[in-house]
């Protein structure tokens, strides 16, 4: 059986119940000019307990389709956000 595809990002969106966004970045070379280049990809994660915020990095896990949006999982939470008072002052 093949493993399951993981990745660590941050998330950057927990509006959802039980579902966070998360963007991961990958570096790659550009294939003409040789440059060093960001790669962003966003995944819909399923978050059963509510327990990343924004800001926080993430360990995620490809899984079967949870919705139709939804094809990872949290793992764990790698590192907490700082947590700031004056977000919405």
Do not use: C, W
């Not at 990343?52 to 907490?80: H, N, Y």
């Amino acid at each position: 059986m093949a493993k399951r595809r993981q990745y660590t990002g941050t998330v950057i969106s927990d509006k959802m119940a039980k579902t966070r966004v998360v963007r991961t970045m990958r570096l790659a070379k550009h294939p003409k000019y040789g440059k060093i280049v960001k790669h962003y990809n966003k995944f819909k994660i399923h978050d059963e307990e509510n327990l990343a915020k924004i800001g926080d990095t993430v360990l995620i896990e490809e899984t079967r389709p949870i919705s139709k949006d939804k094809r990872f999982r949290l793992v764990e939470i790698v590192k907490k956000a700082a947590q700031t008072s004056a977000i919405k002052e």
